[in-house]
């Protein structure tokens, strides 16, 4: 199954649920993501891994990038 990641900026991440969230000053781990949510790395788009990765560093201070995904 493939899967497409979507992200948004927040500066109020609810920590307490089961959203991935990115802080300021780290980078966006592909890796880690598919690990978190059971997926093979392999079927997550990787334009959209790349993409993600390049809002992460986009990020200022205050700000976190939540991590999503769905079924392509």
Excluded: K
């Excluded at 991935?20 to 966006?28: N, Y």
Aim: charged share 30%; glycine share 6%.
């Amino acid at each position: 199954m493939a899967y497409r990641l979507t992200s948004r900026i927040t500066t109020t991440p609810d920590l307490g649920g089961w959203c991935f969230f990115v802080p300021f000053g780290r980078d966006f781990d592909g890796f880690a993501y598919a690990d978190a949510y059971d997926l093979n790395d392999d079927d997550i788009n990787a334009l959209d891994i790349r993409d993600t990765a390049d809002a992460a560093r986009r990020l200022t201070e205050g700000q976190w990038l939540e991590v999503t995904h769905d079924a392509a």
